[in-house]
Each structure stands twice: as C-alpha cells, then as structure tokens.
C-alpha cells in the first residue's frame, strides 16, 4: 500500500515574503539587495508609505522592513494598520535614523519586532534579519498547528449541526474582548486554542442527549456538565498546550460561584476562562438550539449586561460592550 509522507522539512523551507518600504533608493536597494544575497527571492518594494499601506492591505507579508519617516504616510501610521489588521503574526523591523531611535524603541512595546539605525551597519542588519527569520518561522509553525486543531475541531463540529462554527466564533468573539482588554499577544494565542478546543469533550456526549429537546433529566445533566472534564483530559496529553487546560476546565464557571465543574467564583477563576465563558455563553444565547430559538444579538448583550456582576465579569461585559457593533456583526448566518 502507498504511503503518504508528511514532509514537515519542506514547510521549513517554504519562502518568506519580505516588504521592504522606505523612500530613500538607495537604501531600498542595499536592503534588497542584502535579503536576495541571504536567498530571500520573495521581496517586495514601496517606495513610501501609501505605497506600503496598499501593499500591506493586498497581502500579508511575513516580514516588513518599515522605515519611520516617510513622506505622506508616516511608518507609524503603517504600523498601525500592519497590528490592526494581522496582530503580531507580521514580523516587523522598523528602520530608523538615530533621532528617532527612542520612537523605535517606543514602538517595540507595542509590537515592532526589532529595529536598525542609520546609516546601516552591515552587521547589523544581519544580526536583525537572521532574528527576524528565525521568528518568521516560529510563527509559521504556530501557525500550522493552530491550523490542525482548527481543522481538528471543524471535522468535530460538522457532525453536530447545532455545533458547526461555534468554536470559530467563540474565538473571534473571544479575541476581540482580549484584545480590548489589552491582554499581551501570548495569552490571547492560548485563548485562540482554549477557544477552538473549550467544547472537544461533547464529542464523548450522546447527540441525543446534546439535541434533545425537552428538559435533560438528573443524570443526563450530569454528563452534560463532564464536557469541560473530558476537553481538559483529552488535550492534557499535549505538552504545549498544557497552559490552556484551566481555560477549558473552567469555561463554564461563573463569577457568582454558580458554575461548573467547581464553583468557582470572581478572581478565582482565570482571566481568559472568564473572558471565554462569556463569548462561549454570547455564541450560544445567538445561536439557534433544539430547545430554544436564536436570540438577536442586541438581546443578548442586554441580558449579559444585566448580568453582569452576577454570572459575569463587570470588566469583561464592559469590554464586549465596547466592541459589541463588530461582535455583533459576527451572528451566524
Ligand atoms: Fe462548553
């Protein structure tokens, strides 16, 4: 029998796409030139920063060599569009001459990657770039393994037409909170997994249990109430993603203590648990089931405001409310 390879080393290789904005030629051309001479063949040039804006909006670039002081479109301003729209799965160099290093050094906070001043030394800029490298496939590989468990999942919802989507959902709402709560780039990747795997466990539950449509009696309840159990134990055996395994054991707790599986209450339970529970409970308040029709989506936010303090976190309810028009945006079709 044939047997299919897998090889992992040929994604390795796989080319990176490098853009390459600053308005000075020559300096364009020495960095060209510096990433073609590394093997780099994928490299694009913008001449200034409306240049860049375009061609960040077409494509998303593994790697930008961003200078800061470009005539129309401030770097700054590119940066901005480069975090809003891709996070910090875009590797970025900004390039800087040496008045503006402490604007550079600033913008490290918030995500540039590194930074060269000019005029360049050589050995600078391959210090910078083989770091940059190396990051750009560090964020591939996550990449792909967000990508199989995300595929993981899809094959496990499909089977629940009540389930199709939700954990997809439950990540994007889930993100958009974190994100306006300004968690760091790290927690809200791990709330992505802890999102895409919170309900793996329900595949071990009797779909006609899941859908029926009546009251669940005692014992049905009880093996309803295992799933985040059975999502924990299952993923467990996976050593990268041992920090999720709170998030899903305890998406269903509430701030009240009233949840599930231990009746926790407030701080107890972890920031991105709480932060998921609520996406996870907007999903299902919007979403249709076989004992309850959908509710809109601006009911919903009224009644997890009016709950807020109660079953959830007055500072996660009032970071959804700030971002619920685009989480509103997002109800199932
Ligand atoms: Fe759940």
């Known amino acids: 029998m044939p047997s299919v390879v897998l090889d992992l080393a040929e994604t390795e290789r796989d080319e990176l796409s490098i853009l390459v904005a600053d308005d000075d030629e020559a300096i364009r051309d020495l960095l060209s030139d510096t990433l073609r001479r590394r093997g780099f063949t994928d490299v694009t040039l913008a001449r200034d920063g409306l240049e860049a804006l375009d061609a960040i909006k077409r494509y998303k670039y593994d790697m930008v060599l961003l200078d800061l002081r470009m005539p129309g479109v401030h770097g700054v301003e590119v940066f901005d569009n480069i975090v809003s729209m891709y996070g910090d799965d875009v590797v970025i160099i900004v390039t800087t001459a040496y008045a503006s290093v402490e604007q550079a050094v600033d913008l490290m906070k ?6 060269i001043v000019k005029p ?13 490298e190396q990051r750009c496939r560090h964020l591939r590989a996550l990449a792909g393994s967000m990508e199989l468990v995300f595929t993981m999942v899809c094959l496990m919802e499909n089977k629940d037409p009540y389930l199709r989507n939700h954990s997809a959902r439950v990540r994007d709402y889930a993100v958009r909170i974190a994100r306006s709560m300004g968690l760091d780039s790290r927690e809200i990747r ?10 793996v466990g329900k595949a071990a539950i009797d779909l006609r249990i899941l859908h029926k449509p009546g009251p669940l009696t005692p014992e049905e309840w009880a093996l309803v109430k295992r799933h985040p159990v059975i999502s924990r134990d299952v993923i467990s055996p996976v050593k990268h993603l041992s920090r999720i395994l709170p998030y899903v054991y305890l998406h269903h707790e509430r701030h009240d203590g009233s949840g599930y599986p231990e009746g926790l209450a407030g701080e107890e339970i972890p920031l991105c ?7 996870d409970a907007y999903d299902a308040m919007t979403s249709e089931r076989p004992y309850r029709t959908a509710m809109a989506p601006e ?11 109660v079953l959830w976190d007055p500072d996660v309810v009032a970071a959804m409310i700030a971002v619920a028009p685009k989480v509103a945006l997002m109800v199932p079709a």
């Open 273 to 279: 648990a709480r932060v998921l529970g609520l996406a």
């Open 299 to 309: 009911e919903a936010l009224r009644l997890i405001e009016a709950q807020s303090g």
């Open 110 to 115: 918030r995500g540039v990657y590194d930074y």
């Open 120 to 132: 360049f030394r050589l050995h600078d800029v391959t210090g910078a770039l083989e770091r940059a």
């Open 190 to 199: 791990l709330l992505e997994y802890a999102a895409l795997l919170h309900d």
